[in-house]
């Protein structure tokens, strides 16, 4: 294994472990629940979207490492974003775990710790999961919680 990609998955190994913007978000108003059935996988992802910005954003389920640890990076990533940023960020996010990014990710900051992802298709699901979530979430009405899965 290189550097590199033992430091990913120290990376990936801590927002595992310690994953940030985990618990409820009660004044959330918009909010989604994704299901992997294949690895059972759960997330639900809460926001509060103001003024089309994300001003607040967590998770919480239960899943895989990577799973887990992309919902985290995820969350620390569209927070503070505008929701047209968020879903950039999700195609940009999506085509790297695809293994279609001629860039790699560079210019990803963090979430490049999942360019290794594609070479696991099974994997690609685990890591896109949360992400596929808060495209519902985004897509959702204040109404209650809208639903993914990725079969």
Known sequence: MTD?????QSVILDHNRKPRN???LPEANREADGKNPLCGDE????LVLQDDTITDVRFTGHGCAISKASASLMTAAVKGKTRAEAEALFER???LVLGKDADAGKDLGPLVVFSGVSRFPVRVKCASLAWHTLKAAL???AAGPAAVSTE
């Open 22 to 24: 985990f618990g409820a």
């Open 139 to 141: 897509e959702s009405e």
């Open 43 to 46: 997330v639900h992802v809460a």
């Open 4 to 8: 590199l990609q033992e430091l990913y």
């Open 93 to 95: 996010f999506h085509t």
